[in-house]
């Protein structure tokens, strides 16, 4: 079983489109972070309020923070007093608990224990007005890329049994002795190592980009008000961790489509049309489930576990825990049916 893994491997990163993968990804990281720095600096400091009736616009000097805007549409430069303000806001959604109580107040705690963190430790949080994001807050956000990662892996995933099949190499693995459960899992786990590498390297990359140029401030700060306390570090190794589940599915769903078709261009179209289309499908389902709560349960409200990792609720209140297990179940089912079609394909038809 090892030797097939290590004969996986080998196809896989002797490979140039291994490499093409990798200087793509480390490119778009540094594409996306150069567009967020060059848009950071031309983000407007200016503002308006009202003086005898007439709108009056002022500026804001570049590199003073900005936390928000006060009711009289004035900026809020410190961060004593937006500590204070989300504070109060805090304790006004607590003691006045309407039906939106639950979001409502988990979103204030958040915020207040982001401002509170910088606060302890004496230091001005980055905003747009005074370096757009830190190091720490693009690393936390995978420089952008959970897309871009997904669309890699499903594409590795989905070519690396219909190539068997299209190329007639399948035969030659059919002829050694081992098992067709065998040698799909040998697959799995390959789809499963190179998708934990890519995610791993974004991060490192994101990582590097983020400090090439954005203000580097410890990676041990809050790196959003939507992760609240939570440090940049830490917030970037959950959103990895949640993605990373949504790698199993993809690869499950990868191989159960590789293995019913034998066109490679076929099982990477399809592929890539799952992962695009359970966006739009999520917009409906986020519709339905506070009518239809089961619909919960569903894998494309399922997908959303990204959202998760980036401190938001998604759907049907489920945890982390909850959603986990979810896609991790139907991993199983759909690995299970791709294991069932690849033991009954008929190899003189490749």
């Known amino acids: 079983m090892m030797n097939l893994v290590v004969n996986e491997i080998r ?5 140039r ?27 407007s400091d200016e503002y308006y309020v009202e003086e005898n009736g007439v709108s ?25 007093e937006r500590t204070t303000i989300s504070r109060d806001n805090y304790l006004a959604v607590q003691a006045n608990r309407d039906e939106s109580y639950p979001n409502e107040l988990i979103s204030a705690k958040k915020e207040l224990d982001y401002y509170e963190v910088y606060l302890r430790q004496g230091i001005v949080p980055i905003t747009t007005n005074n370096g757009g994001e830190s190091a720490g807050a693009f690393f936390a956000g995978m420089g952008g890329m959970l897309s871009v990662v997904n669309m890699v892996v499903v594409i590795v995933a989905s070519m690396i049994v219909a190539s068997e099949f299209n190329g007639g190499t399948i035969k030659l693995l059919l002829i050694r002795p081992y098992k067709r459960s065998q040698i799909l899992f040998s697959k799995l786990i390959v789809c499963l190592l190179f998708a934990a590498f890519v995610t791993v390297f974004t ?30 570090l830490k917030a970037g190794f959950i959103l990895g961790l949640t993605n990373y589940l949504l790698l199993i599915v993809y690869t499950s769903i990868a191989l159960m489509i590789s293995a019913v078709f034998r066109s490679q261009a076929l ?7 799952v992962v695009f289309s359970s966006s739009l499908i999520n917009v409906f389902l986020s519709m339905l489930i506070p009518k239809l709560e089961p619909l919960k349960w569903l894998i494309f409200n399922l997908l959303n576990v990204n959202d998760l990792g980036k401190g938001f609720a ?28 690849f033991k009954k394909r008929d190899v003189a038809l490749s």
């Open 314 to 341: 998604i759907p049907g209140e489920l945890s982390l825990l909850q959603t986990s297990i979810g896609l991790l179940v139907y991993s199983g089912l759909f690995y299970l049916i791709a294991d069932y079609i």
């Open 17 to 43: 489109s291994f490499i093409v993968y990798l200087v793509m990804l480390f490119a778009l990281v540094g594409l996306v972070g150069v567009l967020m720095k060059y848009s950071y600096n031309f983000n």
């Open 56 to 80: 009056v616009q002022k500026f804001v000097e570049k590199g003073t923070p900005i936390f928000g805007f006060r009711d009289d549409n004035t900026p809020i430069t410190s961060l004593e």
């Open 203 to 232: 991060m490192i990359s994101a990582a590097i980009i983020g400090m090439l140029l954005f203000p580097i401030q410890s990676f041990m700060l809050p790196a959003s008000i939507s992760t609240g306390g939570t440090s940049a």
């Open 11 to 15: 196809k896989l990163v002797f490979r």
């Open 267 to 273: 099982a990477v179209g399809i592929g890539m049309l």
